[in-house]
């Protein structure tokens, strides 16, 4: 059993000194290398994943590494099949309107709430992150793409989401969003159809809404900026899944 690391936590910081983390167990250690690997998009969508160069790259053991694939696995970020293998799974249609239903369910209650019960100060604090998410996502589409700095305004954006649900004042809202991992699988599809251009101050006009609107209307602005671009992102995934029904019938390779 992997540690209680919350998927939604940031990572200590590498500055941070050894003396005062807490030491992970080697699976929880390989589990949050890998799954920085597949968020990074380093670990592309759809590639197969080697036990034995994991355990190699990451110098430890097999067994720790498979246990963290089997964690993984049951957080919808990888897939395996019977006598062929394990790889980064490629999410179905029926997956992102599935996740896209859930997501909206939880945060439009989480905005809602919000818009009821944060403080002036919270609120505007949250117009600001607003309008630094879509600073971030402009800066990105100057080329050339830096993927760390890709990846860097990603993080951003789900910390903005997850201070939307804490300042809800509802524990349980919170925490359910973080159980079923609506915002790192949402993160996760939007790597794997490949970045999307957003409307002009997409994040900044959600979260003024959020700041100054009735809970009524944080609540219909949630909903449509979740529902915004979906038809593009499964249209996107088609185009992948078209290519990817060969992995299904290969036999898994030696030493994998």
Request: glycine content about 6%.
């Amino acid at each position: 059993m992997l540690g209680s690391e919350n998927p939604l936590s940031l990572p200590a910081s590498s500055a941070t000194p050894a003396s005062s983390r807490s030491p992970l167990s080697l699976a929880a250690r390989a589990y949050l290398e890998i799954r920085e690997r597949i968020l990074r998009g380093e670990l592309v969508v759809g590639e197969v994943i080697s036990r034995r160069k994991l355990a190699e790259e990451l110098n430890i053991s097999v067994p720790p590494v498979t246990e963290a694939l089997q964690h993984l696995e049951s957080e919808g970020l990888l897939e395996s099949k019977p006598r062929v293998g394990t790889r980064v799974r490629i999410p179905t249609p029926q997956d992102i309107e599935d996740r896209c239903v859930l997501r909206e369910a939880l945060e439009s209650q989480a905005a809602r709430l919000f818009a009821a019960r944060a403080t002036p100060e919270e609120k505007e604090a949250l117009r600001q992150m607003g309008r630094q998410v879509d600073q971030l996502y402009a800066s990105c589409a100057n080329p050339p793409l830096d993927p760390g700095f890709l990846y860097s305004a990603h993080r951003f954006h789900m910390s903005l989401h997850v201070r939307i649900a804490e300042c809800s004042r509802s524990a349980a809202l919170r925490d359910a969003i973080e159980k079923e991992r609506v915002l790192i699988l949402g993160w996760r599809y939007e790597i794997a159809v490949g970045r999307r251009e957003l409307p002009k101050d997409f994040h900044a006009k959600l979260t003024d809404i959020l700041a100054t609107g009735t809970p009524e209307q944080a609540d219909a602005a949630m909903r449509d900026h979740i529902q915004t671009g979906l038809k593009d992102i499964l249209a996107r995934l088609h185009r992948i899944e078209s290519g990817s029904n060969d992995w299904r019938r290969k036999k898994t390779p030696a030493g994998s």
